[in-house]
Every structure is written in structure tokens, then in C-alpha cells.
């Protein structure tokens, strides 16, 4: 059995979350965060975070915590989503350089401020559960 990695970003942006709109032409739209796999060249978890929010949304972002871990088992590739914690320093459209800007097929990957609250949380079809529950269990203590 293969296990392939991956890492997401929950990202503050001052009073709010950032996450990415992702939808196509004729389909319901949902949320989810920066993120994807880990090349097998990246030193560590954290240089492909990086990179990632670099490709996805132009951003530099400060220091990195990890706060969940989620194992999606499959018949022949085992996923492990890492999901961490970071601020966003600067975000800038134009450098954003993914494969995925240049592939139709992707469909709608905007990214999207949200207001750093419960009900604002609650109210976005934020993908998957396990992060949506475990925000919305934390995230007024990430306002604090």
C-alpha cells in the first residue's frame, strides 16, 4: 500500500480565514484549504506548505503549527492530510504560478476571505468534515 502526503493551510489573514472557492461550471461550489502534495525532492512538510501557498495564492506566510492530521485509507493509496496553522505576511495574485492555473478542467480556485468567527465558519460548505468540525470547535480561541 502507497501512502501519499499532503499539506493544507488554514491561513489568518488579520480577522480573517483564507480559504480556496472551488467549483465548475454547472456544479455546487464548496470550500477547502491551500494545499497538496508533498514532491518527493521537498526537504520537509513545511517547504511543501510553502510551496503550495506560493503556487495556489501568492502568498508568503509566517511561522507554521500543525494542528490536525487526517488518514484517508483507499484500495491502493493511503492519503495523509496534514493540516496546519499559519498567518498570511503577503498575498499577491499575480504570483500565483500552480499547474492547476493553467488547467481548464480545474474549474473555480478563488481564493476567499471569511470572517474569523463561528457562525462565518459554520455557514461556508467547508471540505473535509473532519476540518470543518474541528474549526468550528477552535476557531473563536484562534481570535482570541
Do not use: C
Amino acid at each position: 500500500m502507497k501512502t501519499r502526503r499532503n499539506v493544507r493551510a488554514v491561513l489568518l489573514d488579520g480577522d480573517h480565514l483564507v480559504f480556496l472557492r472551488r467549483g465548475w461550471p454547472g456544479g455546487s461550489s464548496y470550500y477547502t484549504t491551500v494545499g497538496g502534495g508533498v514532491e518527493p525532492d521537498e526537504v520537509d512538510l513545511e517547504a511543501a506548505l510553502r510551496r503550495e501557498v506560493m503556487e495556489e495564492i501568492g502568498a508568503r506566510i509566517g511561522p507554521v503549527a500543525e494542528f490536525l492530521t487526517v488518514t484517508e485509507p483507499g484500495e491502493k493509496v493511503t492519503v495523509v492530510q496534514h493540516y496546519f496553522r499559519a498567518d498570511v505576511l503577503d498575498m499577491d495574485l499575480d504570483r500565483r504560478s500552480g499547474p492547476e492555473m493553467d488547467d481548464p478542467d480545474v474549474g473555480d480556485f478563488s481564493p476567499v476571505r471569511v470572517a474569523l468567527d463561528v457562525s462565518a465558519v459554520e455557514a461556508l460548505e467547508l471540505q473535509p468534515i473532519e476540518l470543518a468540525d474541528y474549526l468550528r470547535a477552535h476557531v473563536r480561541s484562534w481570535g482570541a
